[in-house]
Structure formats: structure tokens, C-alpha cells
């Protein structure tokens, strides 16, 4: 009796096993062929930034980014704004930061730390309001990079800005970042060291 219980207990957990990678798995997916259905939606030099905060969108659907975008050997940033003048910064590096595959760099909130991001909206335009947050940790992790392709996923918490101390409330933050061959104003790097147009698993 005890063995065939704990068979039993075996199949199911190996069944619960399945269906959780299942699930993972399917979403990957998904999220994939979300990022490549906007991808094929933007026209060059065109880019979306699809953030959420606490599970609600931060910008606008029909928002549409562009800005200053720079590769360096030792960094990379994006300084972009659509619009409505909402805008993102993001910006990482460190000795050969392209080196892992997929790319994929912390972020932590700390001063003289080499990456960071910043969300910031307009909430009224007339009165000049705008509201802005910090990423206090978390993972930017680069799906596609070449100079057709950029997808980035952006995941970890947030601070508003300017309270950023340590006792100040964080927000859960998960995106991307899409862009369509965007203007690169210069290119310092091994391109074939550096970019790639998807990991093989």
C-alpha cells in the first residue's frame, strides 16, 4: 500500500513537473511572438517600449520611440522619447558586457554602478507634471542584438523617483524593448562579437 502511494505521488509530481514547464514554455512562446508581431509593426528607426508596473501599462499603446542610441566597447545607452514626451533611459556595460549569450546584465540601484534604467511619463502636459521611476534591481537581458533587431526584456523592481532610498516602496516592472533598425551613433565594438540575431537553445 505505502509503495503504491508513493508511486503515486511520484506520477503526479512528475505530471505537475510537466505541465509547470509546459506553461513556461508556452509563455516563452507567446511572448516571443509578441515581440516579433510588433517588431514587424514598426517602420526603420522606429521602436516600442511595452512596460508594465504592478501589472498595468505604463505608456501609451500608440506611443512610438526614437532617440539617441550609442555602442561602445565598454557600454551601451539608449536615451529615447516618444510622442508624448515619455521617455527611457537604459544604460549598461563593464569589461566585455556582450560576451555572455543571451546578453544578460544586472541592474542595481547603487551609485557608480554601470547599469541602470530609468521610466519616466508625462501625466499633464500643460501643467508640465510628469512622474518618474528607477529600477532598483533586476535583469536587462537582450533577446535579439544586430542593427536590424534589438529586443531587450526588461524585468526586476522600481522606485519613484526621487525617493529611491532603501525604505522607499518598489514596484514590480517587466517589458521590452523593441526596436527596427535603429540609428546608431557609433559602433566601437567586434560586430561579431557582439551581436547576434537569436540564441539557439
Known amino acids: 500500500m505505502k509503495k503504491c502511494l508513493s508511486l503515486s505521488f511520484q506520477y503526479f509530481a512528475i505530471l505537475a513537473m510537466i505541465s509547470f514547464c509546459t506553461a513556461c514554455s508556452s509563455t516563452e512562446k507567446e511572448q516571443e511572438e509578441m515581440c516579433e508581431k510588433v517588431y514587424q509593426s514598426l517602420k526603420d528607426n522606429q521602436s516600442k517600449i511595452i512596460i508594465k508596473m504592478n501589472g498595468e501599462k505604463f505608456y501609451k499603446e500608440e506611443s512610438i520611440f526614437g532617440g539617441h542610441l550609442e555602442i561602445l566597447e565598454k557600454n551601451v545607452t539608449i536615451s529615447y522619447y516618444d510622442q508624448f514626451d515619455s521617455n527611457v533611459m537604459i544604460h549598461f556595460g563593464g569589461n566585455k558586457w556582450y560576451a555572455a549569450r543571451p546578453i544578460r546584465v544586472p541592474v542595481i540601484l547603487e551609485s557608480g554602478y554601470s547599469s541602470n534604467v530609468m521610466i519616466g511619463r508625462m501625466k499633464n502636459k500643460a501643467k508640465k507634471l510628469g512622474e518618474g521611476y528607477l529600477m532598483a534591481s533586476g535583469f536587462l537581458t537582450l533577446k535579439s542584438f544586430t542593427k536590424d533587431k534589438i529586443i531587450m526584456m526588461i524585468e526586476g523592481k522600481a522606485k519613484k523617483y526621487p525617493k529611491v532610498d532603501e525604505t ?22 567586434d560586430e561579431k562579437a557582439t551581436f547576434y540575431e537569436k540564441v539557439e537553445k
Open 168 to 189: 522607499s516602496p518598489t514596484y514590480d516592472v517587466k517589458g521590452y524593448f523593441i526596436s527596427k533598425r535603429p540609428k546608431i551613433d557609433y559602433i566601437t565594438v
